[in-house]
DNA sequence: GCTGCATATGTTAACGTTAACACATTCGAG
DNA sequence: CTCGAATGTGTTAACGTTAACATATGCAGC
């Protein structure tokens, strides 16, 4: 039966048993019926030949390639690895793949990966916040009846699903922790409010400041160009240049913390004692030197409602789009000093 | 033309043509004699309809996938997060795309995802060293005529090929550069060396010693049971403790070196005035504070070569096991001082 | 001894692409 | 004007799987 380096086939394996390719697909399929003697005489068969059934085929039948495509821009602190990782171990439980596509991607890049995802006749594809897709590319998919979702992306599309961390709360949740330590005078760092995310985020902090009765003050809230490490060390120094520096800051991710702590390093200053320090997505801040308190997103959440979007979309393909909140976890680690 | 949320195809590009299957594949493959006319007339209508090839239905004719297989495990580092990116772009460059299997596999798992992929039909299989693929799996690929490349790891196996990284060179070179800065005593912290890799680049450490004419002294290295933070922490309270304790460091991991901050920053001591530390892989060195000098691996030459190696074997599958050497790369972030 | 249903199996036409093959037409060289 | 390239186009049989349809036997109920 072995065709010499070649998969075995279904007609192989309905050969060896003496049968004919559709109760060997009966087998398969476990639906129909096949006499107890055949059935094991074909489990048996399968097994020993190693037979596996082949998903180019079985798609191009079923009009379904178990695959889905995954558009993501990896940055340096990998939390999108991380959510790419989270994507995958949701996908692979329910029997499909990922189609990871990791391009810094001109816009001509982008139309690409798509055209290779669409290519791949994927099953349904997740837009991650850091890529550029363009709506009119996720229109073309749209319109491909392939369901799309997108993770912590902004804007609205009809039958498009999305998936929103409540950074707002987050955001908040952190910044009352620190204020609960005493503190009264609390920096930020973060991106300019243009992208959506940072603009929750920073809402979130000034909820929480509001809550307090403290005053917002404007000299402690630094908006960087982008997330890097070097922002947040730039910031640092801007912030302790100031006559009344802040006691405490809250970095709108991970990176930003790495750069304060390698200012205040070379300042000679020290987290927890000299600076509260927190930050975001919980990336890098086990790593640091303090172990650093951050806002933890939901990753396995997030890949689980994704997949688990895409799969609602492909047995109802024209349902109304819904967005599904995931929410955030405080993990202290002890980088907030307790004030006087 | 467009049927309703289907995709376009060359049935339907041929119709709209008034032409033959065969002539609108002679257009798309550039090959064949085609009448300016038709092809400018099916040009236009492949562009306008927006058909994207069924690779599916290509890869059952063909017997291809355009797809490549890599099975890894993410570790806290993201360095095989950066390994899979390297592939994914190496592998886009040549027209195919990856399945990324990242599970924590026991060993029932591992076979499971090897049947994934093979039921995927992929082209080739990229085998990363922390996996725990077996040697049984891998020849049951090999039976099946895929090509299978390894990254780091050592055992041989013909029609296997390998890509090994120069570990034992670069770890000499980094312990050479803080023999160079005038450091007696320096640290080892590794994992045993039942792990390949770590023996070469334990002996890397030994060979700059030796090279230096510097005794090896058993108390200054100490091996850890796996990468983590905490094996650092922990080893570099150990050394610490030493009557005569070293003035420098060598981490066969940017992990082990988060773990000496932690250790040092509990201390109250710091880098590089109290200790050189140089790291390994130089995944997080640059976050750090302060910024650790590393041995950095070459990624995109990884996976540059894992590509090429299995388009090779897909050129000719029988050809003998080839292993390529990629090297490292010692950066120098100044985490090193330069001793009396 | 029918009828009808449960059981058991086989045949065949797709799915979208490719490539081998066949069949025209034109044109230049002899 | 005829032969053989060169040019241009069409037909068809795969690739491996699925599912609709067809067929056949045995047996219970009447």
Redesign the interface.
């Known amino acids: 039966m072995q065709r010499l ?3 075995v086939r279904m007609a192989d394996i309905a050969e060896a048993a003496g049968v004919s390719l559709a109760t060997v697909g009966r087998v398969l399929h476990k639906r129909g019926y096949v006499s107890a003697a055949n059935r094991a005489r074909i489990e048996r068969l399968i097994q020993t030949a ?1 037979y ?6 079985q ?2 039948k079923n009009r379904e ?3 889905i495509g995954h558009l993501v821009v ?1 940055n ?3 939390l999108f ?2 959510i ?2 989270a994507v ?2 949701a996908a ?1 439980a329910q029997g499909f ?7 810094h991607p001109n816009l001509d890049e982008e139309e690409a990966q798509v ?2 995802l ?4 994927v099953d349904g594809v997740i837009i991650t916040s850091n890529t550029r897709v363009s709506k009119a590319l996720i229109r ?1 998919l749209v ?3 392939i369901p799309v979702v997108m993770i912590e992306r902004t804007f609205t599309l009809p039958q498009v699903d999305r998936i929103r961390v409540d950074d707002r709360q987050g955001a908040a949740e952190a910044v009352r922790h620190i204020i609960a330590r005493g503190h009264r005078r609390i920096g930020f760092i973060g991106l300019p409010l243009v992208h959506d995310v940072e603009k929750l985020r920073y809402r979130g902090y000034c909820d929480a400041l509001g809550d307090a009765g403290l005053a917002l003050d404007q000299a402690c809230t630094c908006f960087v160009p982008e997330y890097s ?1 070097a922002a947040g060390y730039q910031a640092t120094e801007a912030l302790s240049k100031l006559a009344d520096p802040p006691t405490a800051v809250f970095a709108t991710s991970d ?1 930003f913390a ?1 750069g304060v ?2 200012a ?3 300042q000679g200053r ?1 987290v927890p004692e000299d600076l509260a320090l927190v930050g975001y997505d919980d990336t ?1 801040s ?6 650093i308190t951050s806002v933890g997103l939901s990753l396995e959440a997030i890949g689980q409602h994704a997949i688990a979007l895409i799969l609602r979309r492909l047995g109802d ?1 024209k349902a109304p789009a819904r967005t599904v909140r995931v929410n955030t976890v405080l993990i202290d680690r002890q980088s907030v000093s307790t004030l006087a």
């Not at 793949?97 to 391009?103: C, R, Y």
């Open positions: 380096g070649k998969n190693g596996v059934p082949d998903k180019l085929a798609g191009l390639s178990k695959l990896f340096p602190n990998m690895a991380k790419s990782l995958n171990t692979l793949q990922v189609l990871t596509m990791t391009g055209r290779e669409i290519g791949h006749r073309k319109g491909l009846k490490v990176l790495c702590l390698q205040l390093h070379q020290r890098l086990a790593l640091l030197a303090p172990p393909r």
